[in-house]
């Protein structure tokens, strides 16, 4: 079983339009965001179930979900319902994971996607209970703490496997260690090919010294093809396209807003929250795949020829130019150095 395949499964083009609608934001930015969040909420859900407090307070929640809520997962984005939801959903996320850690989700994703923090917040609300309804079905109902505690152990691969190329946990207090599962597992991998490198010679010598000397030179131990590695770097080019995307949409519509000095100064905050974004996509240009990194240049190309001419239009506005100027001239430039 695969927690997350279940809840991508779960998860329909129409929910996910809903749920677009819902927090404001865009059904690709929703998409993405979703893609960071629902294994980031599991990442949570792992870390808490390892200890027994954890574990209680996380079996007491999945017990107590609203049956009108998991009784129907497609319809719980519909109608009144969401706003029920949404509530549900909020509440949950606190007690589980305390408003510090949920502020650092908040924060990583929206880092991520280049979606306010609100929206990020909005989106986490209503994907809580989805996830324990399916967590839920899958283990039939009622569950122990002891049970969770091993659901979580035994999907902890499949929890790191779904993170995002480029997206990381690390840097979030506590949730580190569940990133690392995989990287201990591959670690454990690695020794074992090391164990064989080392007792293959004495196996050799055992069939007699001519014949060690004629297979001295073993043939490299062949690793398994790992498919979710493979996803993962076929998707990198297009994730970073999204979020390019996104940003220079959010980028234009935040100019096309600014009528005069008032407008200007409000969107101050915006831009440079873009400009943060632009800086991490470089750390992101720099992992990705060789063939990809030529898509990603034109593509920005044509995104800052397009944004600077809207941006000369803005600064023309009468008391604008001496606000603005200093914000949207670090931006550009800082998409400038993505590919630098």
Known sequence: MNIIEMIKNNMSSGMLNQLSSLIGASPEQTKAAAGAAVPSILAGMSKLSESRDGADRLSEILNNLDPSIIGNLDGMFTGDKAEKVQQQGGGMLEKLLGGGLLAGLVSAIGKFTGSGSGVIQKLLAFLAPLIMGTISKSLGGKTSAQGLTQFFSEQKNNITNAMPAGFSLGNIPGLGSVTAAAERTVEGVKQGVSAMTWLLPVLLVGLGIALWF???????????????????????????????????????????????????????????????????????????????????????????????????????????????????????????????
């Open 214 to 340: 004629y297979l001295r030179e073993p043939e490299p131990v062949k690793m398994p093809a790992n498919p979710d590695l493979t996803k993962k770097l076929g998707d990198q080019v297009g994730q970073m396209t999204d979020s390019i995307n996104n940003l220079f949409k959010t980028a234009t519509t935040s100019l096309e807003e600014i009528k005069d000095a008032a407008t200007a100064e409000a969107a101050i905050p915006k831009l440079k929250e873009l400009s943060n974004n632009a800086e991490d996509m470089k750390k992101l240009f720099g992992l990705l795949p060789d063939a990809g990194k030529a898509t990603i240049k034109t593509l920005l190309s044509t995104g800052i020829e397009k944004l600077k001419a809207l941006v000369d239009k803005v600064l023309a506005i009468p008391g604008v130019g001496e606000k603005l100027k200093p914000v949207v001239d670090g931006l550009m430039a800082k998409l400038t150095a993505v590919t630098g």
